[in-house]
């Protein structure tokens, strides 16, 4: 396995009384994607959220190209090379998609050549451009939530759920879009539940339940193994291909 | 795609609220009383706005910003004092210079005191409303208090500039001049805050703040410094609608701001908690109301905030301009 970009080691978080990570050892590798899998409640979404500093660890360490993050803030985080796309993608809605992606950029305007290439993944960009972003649609405001992380070159995007509610036509364009972005270099920790998509793009896989990470391997060796994706799953992959 | 139509509703409300007093007194009163509603709505508009900003980029229920209010009105008043024969010139250079040292003072006055309120008093409580409304609340308490310390109980009488006394009068029409400066002023401060909120990064940050911070730090951004800002610069637009507030009022109390909070929570709640623009348009309308309502019912006068406040929140629950929040 290639060297890790992410490293967490021990990781709990607690969210006021409640404690949901339970001691998270978690390795994702330098290129390429890896998935983060689980049942609801598993705690990816909480995993995600610890990585970025928006929830604190309360114990264990974060790693991230080596450097210990756990106790920066979440802009530190941010500057250090990892971008987050969450959930509930979190669009500035009363923002135009241009302000958006403005923001992403953190400079006063943006790299022309990187816009081109963005707007080759998602030409939708274009055409909403001056539009504000809390008008579109789900799969238009996943795609500016996308381009607002990755606007400027990031060594680590943090995908939380992108296909969730999207018609199967905007599935397609994440895909090929996600696709993309891998082929450029760019290290990917997606959580989804959708699992036709993950198995489509994946290398890496990790399995979460009950906030621990309970299996780490290859994509390919999950896929192939009908009886450890009913184990750890609950269900086969090729049920949802 | 052509871009979405701007929101032009609540505007085209307050436009038929004028009008539709129009059939109910002679025109000379509805000029001089719509003038005066104007005048009070900017002055309440720039009272409002920062604490607005607060609100929605900070989450945070400031009931110690009246006593800012009142913190601005005493220090514009002991710049104007030594520079009285400045304001009692006939000269309007010389008066308005006098106000603009004296807005200058009453804004840096208050910011700074926003900056120590905001460090010692909200910092620990942020995220806490319940806590917020009682820690803000005492802190309004202890300036007043220090206000009676230093300045005494009794009303202090303030000079207004000579230039703006005094009404401009054309055939049976007669306007007060104070309350066209203060419509002046409050358009400039409204033009000021659009386009730094419009047209440059830092008012990028802070719309995008006001949605949703988290998010804004995710990006990079380390926002706690654009609260503090935000705070500070909330805080000297009190200075400043006190200053204004205590000229139109011709005297000063230590109360004098927290007399206005009411008003100014009303305003900033049917504007959309956040909304500048809101914010605005809100405050015309609720001192346009009040102003005509006093004078063809001065019984519903008292009332006319509330009712306005219902029938907003009855059309638009989220106010008139509503912040997209997460």
Not at chain 2, 279 to 307: D, E, Q, R, W
Request: one cysteine or more; a neutral charge.
């Amino acid at each position: 396995m290639p060297e890790a970009l992410l490293e967490l080691s021990g990781v709990h978080t607690h969210i006021g009384k409640y404690h949901i990570l339970h001691g998270v050892d978690l390795a994702v590798p330098a290129s390429g994607m890896t998935a983060l899998l689980g049942r609801n409640g598993a705690g990816k979404t909480t995993t995600l959220r610890t990585v970025m500093g928006l929830w604190k660890a309360s114990g264990g360490r974060v790693r991230f190209d080596g450097r210990d993050i756990g106790a920066l803030a979440t802009a530190d985080i941010a500057r250090a090379g990892i971008a987050y796309v969450p959930e509930t993608m979190d669009v500035f809605a009363g923002l135009t998609v241009r302000e958006n992606l403005l923001l992403g950029a953190r400079e006063s305007r943006m790299d022309p050549a990187r816009l081109d290439w963005l707007v080759g993944l998602f030409p939708a960009l274009e055409k909403f451009w001056n539009f504000p972003a809390g008008k579109l649609s789900g799969g238009q405001k996943q795609m500016v939530a996308i381009a607002r992380a990755i606007v400027l070159p990031r060594r680590l995007l943090l995908v939380d759920e992108p296909t969730k509610g999207l018609a199967p036509a905007i599935v397609q364009n994440l895909l090929a879009a996600f696709r993309e972005l891998k082929s450029a270099g760019t290290t990917i920790l997606l959580v989804e539940q959708n699992l036709a998509f993950v198995r489509t793009l994946a290398d890496h896989v990790a399995v979460m339940d009950d906030g621990r990470v309970v299996h780490e391997g290859s994509m390919r060796d999950l896929a192939a193994d009908a009886a450890l994706q009913s184990r750890l799953l609950g269900l086969a992959l090729e049920a949802h291909s | 795609m052509r871009t979405p139509a701007a929101d032009l509703a609540p505007a085209i409300v307050v436009l038929a609220v004028a009008a539709a007093v129009l059939p109910f007194v002679s025109f000379p009163a509805w000029v001089t009383l719509t003038a005066a509603g104007l005048a009070m709505g900017m002055m309440i508009f720039i009272m409002a706005s920062g604490l607005t900003l607060v609100f929605g980029l900070m989450d945070v229920l400031n009931f110690g910003h009246g006593a800012l209010v009142s913190v601005g009105a005493y220090a514009a008043m002991l710049v104007l004092a030594p520079v009285a024969a400045w304001t009692g010139a006939d000269s309007l250079v010389l008066n308005l210079s006098a106000i603009a040292l004296a807005a200058l003072a009453a804004m840096l006055v208050t910011g700074a005191a926003g900056l120590v309120f905001e460090r010692t008093i909200v910092r620990p409580v942020y995220g806490q409303h319940l806590r917020q409304i009682l820690v803000t609340l005492g802190g309004a308490i202890v300036i007043e208090q220090l206000l009676d310390v230093v300045f005494g109980p009794d009303a202090i009488p303030v000079a207004m500039p000579e230039a703006l006394r005094g009404s401009l009068v054309a055939g049976e029409i007669a306007v007060e001049k104070y309350r066209l400066f203060a419509v002046a002023l409050g358009l400039a401060v409204f033009a000021a805050m659009f386009l730094v909120l419009d047209r440059t990064r830092l008012g990028l940050l802070i719309r995008a703040g006001v949605e949703n911070g988290p998010m804004v730090e995710a990006l990079g951004y380390r926002i706690r410094r654009l609260f503090i800002g935000v705070f500070v610069a909330g805080s000297a637009l009190a200075g400043l609608g006190g200053m204004l507030w205590g000229m139109y009022r011709e005297m000063l109390t230590p109360s004098m701001g927290g007399e206005v909070l009411v008003t100014v929570f009303i305003v900033i709640i049917i504007g959309g908690l956040g909304s500048v623009g809101g914010c605005f348009i809100g405050a015309l309308l609720t001192a346009l109301v009040a102003n005509y309502a006093g004078f063809l019912a001065p019984k519903l006068a008292l009332a006319s905030n509330i009712v306005v406040m219902v029938a907003v929140l009855l059309w638009r629950p989220a106010g008139l301009y509503p912040v997209a929040r997460r």
